[in-house]
């Protein structure tokens, strides 16, 4: 079964707002990393968080670390029409050899 | 320029046909990885590689094969036995679990 999941499955907003995708996961974790991934190419790592951190910023991005209720946010702010992409998360579990991504949320700015 | 390489970037197959996808980097990074992303899905894990001469079979590893003769070069061979790889094909690479760098992509039709 998948370690992680988003919610929602898909986000359409107008350009300039925030956008916030949640990941949920099941197994306690080394760190916690979100991708982007544009239609067609292949995934662009964004961010990572261990588990020993609550907050991490990067730019417009911010996320967040909730490992007593495992789960972790994304929050893009002031968004732009090329934020336009399908956002994963892909956590890294204690004792596993590999990550395990989630099935993504896609998220969709309107101009 | 550093980086991970696929090719081709499109590929036919005809039925009963094997077809290798390549994947090459030169970031110097021990573990390599294939996915497989079906539409609107995320990746699913086929084989990865922590280390050249060793491979570990991922979630879906049936009707495909893969070789680490060279620390940059991870090729998955896409055999008969898979009958359904219409799909695309995504190759990583990373200092193990640490933050995965993916190539563009194969995308894998079946004439």
């Known amino acids: 079964s998948q370690q992680g999941e988003e919610d929602p499955q898909a986000l359409s907003i107008q350009e300039g707002e925030n956008a916030t995708m949640n990941c949920s996961y099941k197994?306690?974790?080394?760190?916690l990393q979100w991708y982007r991934q544009n239609s067609g190419r292949g995934l662009v790592h964004l961010i990572l968080?261990?588990?020993?951190?609550r907050e991490k910023h990067s730019g417009r991005l911010r996320v967040t670390l909730d490992t007593s209720k495992k789960s972790s946010s994304l929050l893009i702010t002031a968004s732009r029409a090329a934020d336009t992409a399908s956002y994963f998360c892909?956590?890294?579990?204690?004792?596993?050899?590999?990550?395990?991504f989630g099935q993504g949320t896609r998220l969709t700015i309107n101009p | 320029d550093g980086g991970i390489t696929q090719s081709p970037k499109y590929l036919f197959r005809k039925e009963g046909q094997n077809v290798t996808l390549s994947c090459e980097q030169n970031?110097?990074?021990?573990?390599m990885y294939w996915y497989r992303q079906d539409p609107g899905q995320g990746l699913r894990l086929i084989y990865y590689?922590?280390?050249?001469?060793?491979?570990q079979k991922g979630d879906i590893a049936e009707g495909y094969s893969v070789s680490r003769e060279k620390k940059e070069s991870f090729p998955l061979t896409v055999t008969s036995a898979q009958k359904n790889p219409t799909a695309f094909y995504l190759c990583?690479?990373?200092?193990?679990?640490?933050?995965?760098?993916f190539g563009p992509g194969t995308r894998l039709l079946v004439l």
């Open positions: 990583a690479s990373s200092k193990q679990k640490e933050t995965q760098y």
């Open positions: 197994t306690s974790i080394n760190n």
């Open positions: 968080i261990r588990s020993n951190e």
């Open positions: 892909a956590t890294d579990a204690w004792g596993a050899q590999k990550l395990v």
């Open positions: 970031l110097n990074h021990d573990a």
């Open positions: 590689s922590q280390i050249v001469n060793d491979f």
